[in-house]
């Protein structure tokens, strides 16, 4: 190498833009990485229409909701309530399985409630389609206070112990 290449090759050294094949091949892995996530994240979450959703009150009557403005399935893990508006009504459930208390999960795909432990599953209105489970979702008492819904997360309805409460825990929306 001559002295001109060589203080070339000095000068490049010391440049903060030069890196190693390694750091190169490193950073490039991790930025495709990041597309493919932004890209999949994105397409999944827009196919979904199930999202997680924090209460906007805590009260001595219950838990507030704002009432969806679209057929959705919303999911509130810290009161443990499946907020679900479907065909005009909205619905408030718990968030086990009725048959061994499992989280229950949205299949979009199914349009329809699974539990993922016996694979137990219900319509969106909490009806029992199959699986190990023998009655529908346990819905909570809900009523309608203007644009919201307020769920009594300590009133639940079991559809084979109180069917006429069981079928009347629903807000109409029309």
């Known amino acids: 190498m001559n002295k001109e290449q060589d203080n070339t090759h000095d000068n490049c050294v010391s440049c903060p833009?030069?890196?190693?094949?390694?750091?190169?091949?490193?950073?490039?892995?991790?930025?495709v990485a990041a597309v493919m996530a932004t890209f999949g994240l994105a397409r999944s979450a827009?196919?979904?229409p199930v999202s997680m959703v924090k209460a906007v009150a805590r009260g001595k009557t219950g838990v507030t909701y704002a009432i969806p403005a679209t057929d959705?399935?919303?999911?509130?893990?810290d009161n443990e309530v499946i907020l679900a508006r479907y065909q005009n009504a909205v619905y408030a459930f718990n968030l086990s399985c009725p048959h061994q208390r499992t989280a229950l999960r949205w299949?979009?795909?199914?349009?329809?409630?699974?539990?993922?432990?016996?694979h137990s599953k219900y319509d969106p209105k909490g009806d029992f389609i199959s699986g190990r489970a023998t009655r529908g979702m346990d819905r909570l008492a809900i009523a309608r206070q203007g644009a919201n819904v307020v769920v009594d997360v300590d009133t639940m309805y079991k559809e084979d112990e109180d069917t006429q409460q069981w079928n009347s825990a629903l807000v109409k929306l029309a």
């Not at 833009?17 to 930025?31: C, H, P």
């Not at 959705?72 to 893990?77: F, L």
């Not at 299949?107 to 016996?118: A, E």
């Open 17 to 31: 833009l030069v890196s190693s094949r390694r750091d190169f091949l490193r950073d490039s892995a991790f930025g």
């Open 46 to 48: 827009s196919a979904m």
């Open 72 to 77: 959705i399935v919303q999911i509130d893990r």
């Open 107 to 118: 299949n979009d795909q199914d349009k329809q409630f699974q539990c993922p432990k016996h």
